[in-house]
């Protein structure tokens, strides 16, 4: 492992995620809405430490080993978080260091679960910075980092699979460098698109901006504390819908399909969009069903809020937390099984999904013939048995991470209902969740402590747990 290399890595990234502070403070002399100089503050504090920790270091790396991978990601997430609570705490939005933790948290990790009210009074500045961060979040600024290394003299091969949440499609191009570019310049497309789709449906353009932004990122922090329920146009929801959908498929299937011309049988012919596509349509088909038995809820609330719940984005109009309890109990099952790999969403992702369940069925039918060789399968390709267990592995640490969150949440004096919907809604990078901290709610009431434990959650699922519990093994750390 080469710690000064970590160092240096991890000070360059500080220094990038700085420059990020001044662009709101832009926002904020252009808006004349004030706090330019906070920002302005915040982003030099931030940079200089930055700078400090790639002086310590020395010269950049001329290689990182997949170890350093890992500690920098697991770092970068942790480290970066702290120091976005810059802005809210030289601001004076926040009342506490800890929400002001929770904030950039949640953002950052594209959680998009909030402690701040008043968002329509809101300095613009702030509105830009917290959709800001989850834009940033949402792809990752580590493979933001990895296109741009090179330049400074670092590779970034084990940045990248450390980061990009797997499985994953092969590698788009021969050299990481380029993938990640790639990987950037769709995500800005369609970032681009969706603000200009949104402004042209009839949002202000700065609205436009942040909603196209934590679109595109899954994350789900609004400009306004009723969400998209302030928009009274089905035209607006509709299209945020469009755009969860398409930001929470495989970016690396968008650029296969974009390659070749945005053909749509490039789409269909992979099965894990096939099976996101088959559930979302049964789920938004069954909540609906629900909810218009028990005379509760439109089909345009239905449909927004079923996809902004299983793609983990977090948008509402409407508080589906007063839906009746199937619905609600269906809702918390779409956050574990999220969007698809590779995409910005959280959750366990459709294809991890898709695998244990016909993993399940092949020892099923195994029940009935011991001696057949049946084998696990995605579309035409065999997975291996190593790639089935860690799935597995994968599956029970998640799980017991939750468990575990909940717990501990609970210990602090949350209700259960509560308790266990934040950490699901943590842990999945969801959001909103349901009774105290459903979407016509925030976290502000939790106890500081529980929402110190929801940030753990809110970093592990982002780390997607293994990134984490490979760090708490002593071989990692020797030689």
């Not at 890595?9 to 004030?34: C, E």
């Not at 938004?284 to 028990?294: E, N, P, R």
């Not at 609330?301 to 609600?328: C, H, L, Q, R």
Request: net charge neutral.
């Amino acid at each position: 492992m080469h710690i000064k290399g970590v160092v240096w890595t991890l000070g360059a990234l500080i220094v990038l995620f700085a420059v990020g502070m001044f662009v709101p403070a832009l926002v904020a002399l252009y808006y004349q809405s004030g706090h330019a100089g906070e920002f302005v503050l915040a982003g030099l504090l931030v940079a200089i430490f930055g700078v400090a920790l790639m002086t310590w270091a020395g010269e950049a790396p001329s290689q990182l080993s997949h170890k350093d991978g890992f500690l920098i990601v697991a770092l970068a997430w942790v480290v970066l978080s702290l120091l976005g609570s810059a802005p809210f705490l030289t601001t004076g939005v926040t009342a506490s260091l800890i929400d002001a933790l929770f904030e950039s948290t949640s953002g950052l990790t594209t959680t998009g679960a909030t402690i701040l009210t008043g968002l329509d009074n809101m300095p613009r500045a702030i509105l830009f910075w917290r959709s800001m961060q989850e834009w940033l979040g949402g792809m990752g600024i580590i493979v933001l980092a990895v296109a741009v290394m090179p330049l400074l003299g670092v590779g970034g091969m084990q940045l990248f699979r450390a980061e990009t949440p797997g499985p994953v499609k092969d590698k788009l191009t021969s050299r990481v460098t380029e993938t990640a570019k790639v990987l950037w310049f769709i995500y800005l497309g369609i970032t681009v698109v969706t603000g200009v789709a949104l402004w042209l449906a009839g949002m202000g353009l700065f609205e436009a901006i942040n909603h196209a932004m934590t679109t595109v990122a899954i994350g789900g922090f609004s400009t306004h504390d009723a969400s998209i329920g302030h928009y009274d146009s089905l035209l607006i929801r509709g299209l945020i819908v469009v755009f969860m959908l398409v930001a929470g498929i495989n970016f690396t299937l968008h650029f296969v399909a974009l390659r070749k011309g945005f053909t749509i049988s490039t789409y269909w012919r992979d099965e894990e969009f096939i099976t996101y596509i088959k559930w979302l349509f049964i789920l938004i088909f069954l909540v609906g069903m629900i909810t218009f038995i028990s005379g509760q809820g439109t089909w345009d609330e239905v449909i927004f809020n079923t996809v902004a719940v299983a793609t983990t984005t977090g948008f509402a109009v409407s508080d589906y937390a007063m839906w009746p309890p199937g619905a609600t109990m269906l809702l918390l099952m779409a956050m574990f099984v999220g969007a698809c790999a590779g995409s910005t969403g959280g959750g366990m992702k459709v294809v991890r999904v898709l695998l244990l369940f016909r993993q399940g069925m092949r020892e099923v039918r195994r029940l009935i013939h011991p001696h057949a060789v049946i084998h696990v399968k995605i579309g035409k390709h065999s997975v291996q048995g190593p790639v089935v267990q860690a799935l597995w592995g994968f599956f029970v640490l998640y799980m017991v991470c939750f468990a575990v969150i909940a717990g501990l949440v609970a210990m602090t004096g949350v209700d259960m209902m509560t308790a266990i919907s934040a950490a699901a809604a943590a842990i999945t990078n969801t959001g909103p969740g349901f009774g105290d901290v459903g979407p016509a709610s925030t976290y502000a009431s939790l106890p500081d402590m529980a929402k110190v434990v929801l940030m753990f959650g809110m970093i592990l699922g982002r780390l997607e747990i293994f990134t984490f519990f490979v760090l708490l093994i002593p071989e990692f750390w020797r030689k």
